[in-house]
C-alpha cells in the first residue's frame, strides 16, 4: 500500500449540509497512539484501556488510519494483513472502525474507509462487523460471509467481505 493524497476521495467523501466542520476534516495514514484514546471510547469504553490495543497493532505491515479535526481524532479504522480461509494470498482485516459519537452520519468512516482503500483491491478485505455496523458497511458494497456469531464481550457479529 502507498500512502495517497487525504483529501482525494473519488466516492465524495466526507460530506455534509456545508459544515465547515467537515472542511476541516483531514484524513491520513497515523500511528496507533494517535486513535487508541478514540477506539478505547468507542469500542470499549467502560473497559481498561489496554483493551483498546489489538495483536498485531505495532507491526510494520499494520496500517492506521484517522481522520482528524485539528489534533482531534474524531474517526478510524486499522488494517491488519490476516489471512482468510475463504482468500487466496494477502488478505487485510479491517478492525477497529470507529467515529466519535458527536460526529457521526457525517461521512467521517465513509472517508477513513476510502482513505484506505485507494488503488486496493477491496475484494482482499474483510472484517467482523458488529450487527449494528452493517448497513455502514452494505452502503459500500460489502456483503455477508458467515451467519450472525456472538463475540464474547463485544456482542453479535457478521463477518463481512469487500466488494469485487
Ligand atoms: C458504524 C460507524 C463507524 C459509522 O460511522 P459514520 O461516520 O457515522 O458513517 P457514515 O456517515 O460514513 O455513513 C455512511 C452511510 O452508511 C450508512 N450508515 C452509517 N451508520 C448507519 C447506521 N447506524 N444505521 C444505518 N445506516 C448507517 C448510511 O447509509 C450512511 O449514509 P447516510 O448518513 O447518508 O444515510 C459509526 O456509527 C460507529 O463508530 N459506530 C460505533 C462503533 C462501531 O460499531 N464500529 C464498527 C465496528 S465493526
Known amino acids: 500500500m502507498t500512502p495517497q493524497d487525504p483529501t482525494a476521495h473519488p466516492q465524495g467523501w466526507p460530506r455534509g449540509p456545508g459544515?465547515?466542520?467537515a472542511a476541516a476534516l483531514r484524513v491520513r495514514r497515523c500511528s496507533v497512539d494517535a486513535i487508541l484514546d478514540l477506539r478505547h471510547a468507542v469500542l470499549?469504553?467502560?473497559r481498561p484501556r489496554a483493551t483498546a490495543h489489538f495483536d498485531g497493532d505495532d507491526l510494520p505491515t499494520t496500517?492506521?488510519?484517522g481522520a482528524f479535526r485539528g489534533d482531534r481524532?474524531?474517526?478510524?479504522?486499522?488494517l491488519f494483513q490476516c489471512g482468510h480461509d475463504a482468500l487466496d494470498g494477502t488478505a487485510w482485516q479491517?478492525?477497529?472502525?470507529?467515529?466519535?459519537d458527536d460526529a457521526r452520519r457525517e461521512g467521517i468512516a465513509s472517508a477513513v474507509l476510502a482513505h484506505g482503500l485507494q488503488g486496493q483491491d477491496a475484494s482482499t478485505w474483510w472484517c467482523?462487523?458488529?450487527?449494528?455496523?452493517?448497513?455502514f458497511y452494505a452502503t459500500h458494497g460489502w456483503t455477508l460471509a458467515s451467519d450472525r456469531f456472538d463475540i464474547p464481550g463485544v456482542g453479535p457479529h457478521h463477518r463481512m467481505r469487500g466488494p469485487s
Do not use: I, T, Y
Not at 479491517?94 to 466519535?100: D, K
Not at 467482523?128 to 448497513?135: F, G, K, Q, T
Open 94 to 100: 479491517l478492525r477497529g472502525m470507529a467515529v466519535a
Open 44 to 46: 470499549r469504553a467502560g
Open 63 to 65: 496500517w492506521h488510519v
Open 128 to 135: 467482523n462487523a458488529r450487527v449494528s455496523a452493517v448497513p
Open 19 to 21: 459544515s465547515d466542520a
Open 73 to 78: 481524532a474524531v474517526g478510524c479504522m486499522s
